[in-house]
């Protein structure tokens, strides 16, 4: 079955830094979606991507996906403490329509 | 407004009992999921409901039974789980059917016993 490739699985970082993390597959997904989640909560969505090479921004927050369509990057700039939790790359697939989610990265970021 | 409800929150059953999760959406959404969270883990699918007809069903054990009443409502009935069923279960919906961006309610956190 498909797999996504999530790195990295876990970040410590400094307040007011600049946070990275990426997926990538091994075949192709129509839409790639970046959640996150805090601890007993459900995923919340953050980023939709439909096409190929787009890049979209959601506040401090920017994701692209790639131009094969088997990878995605999602970048935080300047964290700040509310950023903890842990964000899933998902993709979706619509032949199959399931959603496949990355092992997810766990943030954590120090004030 | 893109908010899916669980209820309850919290849920503590025993090996024996019976117990229902809720889950409502009122977005008009006719795809609603079922899916089971272990700690530290990726949700994993369990079922998905296309206009109210179950459409897909990941070789869930039959312990766990999900109905969907009406194109808003998706219960997953529960009975003589076992204590490895112990995990958070969010309830999703999306816009039409498994193409669209689905949207995830709280989660009930479900400790058996």
């Known amino acids: 079955g498909q797999q996504l490739n999530q790195s990295p699985q876990s970040m410590f970082i400094q307040e007011g830094e600049d946070v990275s993390m990426n997926c990538t597959s091994s075949?192709?997904?129509?839409?790639w979606l970046w959640y996150k989640q805090d601890p007993g909560e459900g995923p919340v969505l953050l980023i939709a991507?439909?096409?190929?090479?787009e890049l979209t921004s959601n506040g401090r927050l920017t994701a692209q996906f790639g131009i094969t369509r088997k990878d995605s990057f999602l970048n935080i700039s300047a964290s700040i403490p509310s950023d903890v939790g842990i964000y899933f790359c998902?993709?979706?697939?619509?032949?199959?329509?399931?959603?496949?989610f990355g092992k997810g990265t766990k943030l954590s970021v120090k004030p | 407004d893109t908010e899916v409800t669980q209820t309850p929150k919290h849920l503590v059953m025993g090996m024996t009992n019976k117990k229902s999760l809720k889950c409502e959406q009122h977005m008009g959404h006719r795809a609603m999921y079922w899916y089971k969270q272990k700690a530290k883990k990726p949700p994993e699918l369990m079922f998905v409901y296309s206009y109210e007809k179950l459409s897909i069903n990941e070789s869930v054990p039959s312990r766990f039974s999900p109905e969907c009443p009406n194109s808003s409502l998706l219960n997953l009935h529960l009975h003589a789980l076992q204590p490895e069923d112990s995990a958070l279960y969010l309830c999703a919906s999306s816009q039409r059917d498994m193409e669209n961006i689905q949207y995830f309610g709280a989660g009930t956190r479900l400790s058996v016993l």
């Open positions: 075949s192709i997904f129509n839409t």
């Open positions: 998902a993709g979706l697939e619509g032949s199959q329509g399931n959603l496949i």
């Open positions: 991507l439909y096409k190929a090479g």
